[in-house]
């Protein structure tokens, strides 16, 4: 009988968030007392599939050494790069001397700390026998229009097939780590795992996430996930 597939977790965590105009990076704003990074990180470390989870931290990051989940024995923490696909991809080399090449990598934002465990679940128990793999998404509600520099209409979009593109997106070790290599090899900095994958050709899956799992990129996203947090 052949080797389990293992299921391992990356979170890029090295940004800085410069959007929310923060006097430190947004990973590590606080909600309800609780640093953003801290619910995003337990959520992956109280998973009983998840059998690591490798943080891609910057090089001179003061707070993560404060951080009590720091010390979590699933977590491994290495150096992050210029772009969160350098970090990811430092992040897969990382996992090469410790994963089987078919294992299946979760990649998640750092700044979504609403990812419920039902998600991961779903997203896992979709994908599991899938050649490619694949991501959470939502469908696009409102009606999407196309503006010109100056924010001024040019057309509307029709939305039938659009999706809001979420993480975690899950992918096997092998493919994901060449798909990045290749990407960055042609000067492409994808700005999501999905990307990459498409980039080689092949085709992930969408899966339907919850809306709860906003992404922190703004100062009102905060009293939203506080909100959900609670």
């Not at 090295?14 to 909600?31: C, E, F, H, N, V």
């Not at 923490?77 to 696909?85: D, K, L, P, S, V």
């Not at 992040?91 to 994963?99: D, G």
């Not at 490619?132 to 520099?149: E, I, S, W």
Request: with cysteine; net charge neutral; charged share 25%.
């Amino acid at each position: 009988m052949g080797k389990a597939v293992r299921y391992w977790a990356v979170i890029p965590a090295a940004g800085a968030g410069t959007r929310m105009q923060a006097d430190l990076p947004k990973q590590y704003l606080s909600i309800n007392g609780k640093r953003i990074l801290e619910y995003t990180l337990e959520c992956f470390c109280t998973h009983p599939k998840i059998e690591r989870v490798i943080v891609a931290i910057a090089n001179q990051d003061y707070y993560w050494p404060e951080l009590s989940i720091a010390s979590h024995p699933k977590i491994k923490q290495i150096t992050g790069g210029a772009e969160r696909c350098h970090s990811v991809l430092n992040c897969l080399r990382v996992l090469e001397t410790l994963a089987d090449s078919d294992d299946w990598v979760l990649v998640h934002d750092a700044v979504r700390p609403c990812i419920s465990r039902e998600d991961i679940d779903c997203l896992i128990e979709t994908l599991k026998e899938h050649p490619v793999g694949g991501l959470l998404a939502l469908p696009v509600r409102d009606t999407m229009k196309r503006v010109d520099n100056h924010n001024v209409v040019m057309e509307t979009v029709n939305r039938t097939g659009l999706w809001h593109a979420l993480t975690p997106q899950m992918f096997r070790l092998a493919a994901l780590t060449r798909a990045l290599e290749r990407a960055l090899a042609q000067g492409q900095f994808v700005t999501d795992e999905s990307q990459a994958i498409e980039l080689t050709g092949l085709r992930p899956v969408l899966v339907q996430g919850r809306p709860e799992n906003i992404k922190i990129t703004h100062n009102n996203d905060l009293a939203l996930a506080e909100l959900y947090l609670k």
